[in-house]
Each structure stands twice: as structure tokens, then as C-alpha cells.
């Protein structure tokens, strides 16, 4: 099962890099606000109800922040599936909803890096002692500047890379690689590593310096973007078959049963409350002229991230959590996976015309981006 988890994992990493080729740096400074926005304000409402509900159900107030920011999550790897090949040029003054999405998605990603590293404090705190509430409200302060100064970092880092490395990296390989792929492949698998070793380092999320690897690399044009694809959509496909079925390594089918109603009571009321608060927010958000694509961005959202499964496990094993409440977790997680392309597919037929619906059913070759 490890063995089988890791090459799953290696399956996000590639999904997120393709991504990131598909998202041009145009497309990344026209709706990183927009993005930032909607991911934080998301979240936000997201504990909110949860701290309210668990205030009604007599829950721990840690408890239910764990659970509430874990649900807020959403699957990037799932996402970018149903939108391969459908990200269309901006129209004047409308946003494309593959970006906006795909960026809500990235900045949910860096959440998810924060998020891990607060929940040592939710331990602390959980013990319930004035000095520890305090010390974890120090130590969340910090932890957001040292967030902030990461980010930071990695931008000025991907300007460095962006102005003096990435070229003559892409040419020296592509003069490498005539007549054999191997070069190609490798070179870009190194780079894609390089970038997710960064982030790490710095505490932020391995995805998204997977993502950054692609945005990078696209910044060279159409012909480098569509070489890269070539040799490397093969290997993403491969592993991201591995990690999708993983997914069932955590479903218990006994629980499922036994809990079938309540199970699909929760989920139905989750999925549907994840929905109407995305809306909600991207109403407030989204400029006059592109607000009819909230729907189809909530279509998106409104499913659970897999990483819902580790951060379960850790908060079971930190006692956070109890073992029925992660069993909860896993299994509706799991049938929020399996409703997501319902939603999806009912959301894009109503509001995606005829010819874009098209696109999305069957990928065709890479469109260019505006920048080109």
C-alpha cells in the first residue's frame, strides 16, 4: 500500500505540473486576486459553520476547526482532470473559469502547506490550559509570517529562474534531445523535483512547486509547452491512474454499510452547502461582467481534497480526532469524489455553450496561450 500511495502521489505532482504548463503567467496576474480572495474567504466561511454547528452538537471547538478547514479543501488533481484541454482565451473584460478555478485550487494547495503546519498548535491548544492557547496564538502569528516570507521567496526565486536559467536550460535540452526523448524527460523531471524541494524547504506545499515548474517552462512559448506535454502527459496519465485508484485503499466497506444513510445524508448536505457558499462568494468577487461563471467554479469546488485522507490520519493519530469521526471523514470524502463529475457535468451543460462542452469531452491539442 506504500508503495502504491507513493507512486499516487508522484500522480499529483505530475497533474499539478501539467497545470501549471496549461496556466500561462498572463492567465496566473489576471486572477491570482480573484483567487486569493475566494480561497481565504472560502476557508473563512467554511470554519465559521463549522464552529457554529459544532456549538449546536456540543463538539470541540479544535475538533471542529480541523474537520471544517479539511472539508474547505478541494481536489486539484480531480479538477484539472475534467478540464484537460478546455482552457479557452479570455474574452474582453470576462474571465475563464479554468483559470479562476485552477487558481482558487493553487491557493488552497499553499492553505494546505499552512494548515499542516498549524496542527501541532491544535494539539497544544486542545489540552485546553490558558498557556497553551496562548503560545498557539503566537505560534499561528508566526507561522503566517514565515508563510508570507516564503511566498516571497519563491516568487523572486521563479523571477530569477523566469529572466536568467529557464531558457538556456529548455534550449540546451531540446538540442539534447533530437531524436531521443530520454534527455527531455529527464531534464524536466529534475526540474519539476528541483521546484517541489524548494517549496518544501520552505515550508510551503510540494504541489505548488510543481505547479510553478509548468508555469515556468510554459513562459518559453507554444513550442516548448507542447514538447514538454508530449513527453510527459504519457507518465502523468500513468501515475495518475495509480492515484485515483489508491483512493479505494481508503474506503472501509463495512463502515459504508453499516452507515450508508447517514453517510449519504452528509455528504448530500456537504457537497450542497460547499456549492451555495462558493457562489456566495465568488458573487461578492467576481467583476461585473464574468459573475454567470460562478456557477461552473462552484460546480468545481464543491467536492473534498483526497489530502483530507493524511490529514485525517495525522489528526487520528494526534487525537484530535476520534476513530468513528475519521472514518466519517474518509467515507465522505470518498462519496464526494464519486458525486463530483455529476455536478460538473450537470454545471457545464447549463452554463458552457454547445462547442466548449465539446472541448471538455474530448481534449483536443494544446490551444496557444494569449501571451502567444
Known amino acids: 500500500m506504500v508503495q502504491v500511495e507513493t507512486l499516487g502521489e508522484l500522480g499529483v505532482f505530475f497533474t499539478l505540473f501539467v497545470v501549471g504548463l496549461e496556466f500561462s503567467p498572463e492567465r496566473l496576474r489576471k486572477v491570482w486576486k480573484t483567487s486569493v480572495q475566494g480561497s481565504c474567504y472560502l476557508s473563512l466561511l467554511m470554519v465559521a459553520t463549522g464552529l457554529l454547528w459544532g456549538q449546536v452538537l456540543h463538539v470541540r471547538p479544535t475538533q471542529t476547526v480541523f474537520i471544517s478547514s479539511c472539508l474547505s479543501l478541494s481536489s486539484t488533481p480531480l479538477v484539472s482532470r475534467f478540464l484537460a484541454g478546455g482552457a479557452r482565451p479570455d474574452k474582453d473584460g470576462e474571465l475563464d ?13 499553499v492553505q494546505l502547506g499552512l494548515f499542516i503546519a ?9 489540552s485546553g490550559h490558558l498557556d497553551s492557547v496562548l503560545f498557539g496564538g503566537l505560534r499561528v502569528l508566526l507561522l503566517l509570517s514565515q508563510v508570507l516570507f516564503s511566498l516571497a521567496v519563491v516568487l523572486l ?11 538556456p536550460y529548455y534550449r540546451k535540452l531540446h538540442a539534447e534531445s533530437k531524436g531521443s526523448k530520454e534527455i527531455l524527460v529527464l531534464g524536466t523531471a529534475a526540474f519539476v523535483f528541483l521546484m517541489l524541494t524548494v517549496t518544501e524547504f520552505l515550508d510551503i506545499s510540494m504541489e505548488l512547486g510543481c505547479f510553478l515548474a509548468g508555469a515556468l ?31 479505494g485503499f481508503h474506503v472501509f466497506p463495512t463502515f459504508v454499510l453499516y452507515e450508508l444513510t ?34 461552473i467554479v462552484s460546480a468545481g469546488l464543491a467536492q473534498v481534497s483526497e489530502f483530507s485522507f493524511v490529514l485525517g490520519s495525522r ?9 468513528e469521526v475519521y472514518l466519517l471523514v474518509l467515507s465522505v ?11 460538473w457535468r450537470a454545471a457545464t451543460h447549463k452554463w458552457v455553450p454547445r462547442a466548449e462542452r465539446k472541448t471538455l469531452a474530448r481534449p483536443p491539442p494544446l490551444l496557444p496561450h494569449p501571451a502567444d
Open 333 to 343: 470524502t470518498t462519496l464526494s469524489l464519486l458525486l463530483a463529475p455529476v455536478l
Open 157 to 167: 526565486l521563479c523571477v530569477l529562474l523566469k529572466s536568467f536559467l529557464i531558457g
Open 118 to 126: 498549524v496542527m501541532p498548535t491544535l494539539i497544544q491548544v486542545s
Open 315 to 323: 489528526a487520528r493519530r494526534a487525537g484530535i480526532i476520534s476513530r
Open 217 to 247: 517552462l510554459s513562459s518559453q512559448g507554444q513550442i516548448c509547452t507542447t514538447e514538454v506535454m508530449g513527453c510527459i502527459e504519457p507518465i502523468r496519465d500513468f501515475l495518475a491512474i495509480i492515484f485515483f485508484a489508491s483512493i
Open 97 to 109: 473559469y479554468s483559470s479562476v478555478l485552477l487558481g482558487m485550487l493553487v491557493m488552497q494547495d
Open 262 to 295: 447517514v453517510l449519504v445524508v452528509l455528504t448530500l448536505s456537504l457537497v450542497i452547502m460547499k456549492f451555495l457558499m462558493a457562489v456566495l462568494v465568488l458573487s461578492a468577487i467576481l467583476p461585473e461582467g464574468s459573475r454567470h461563471i460562478r456557477w
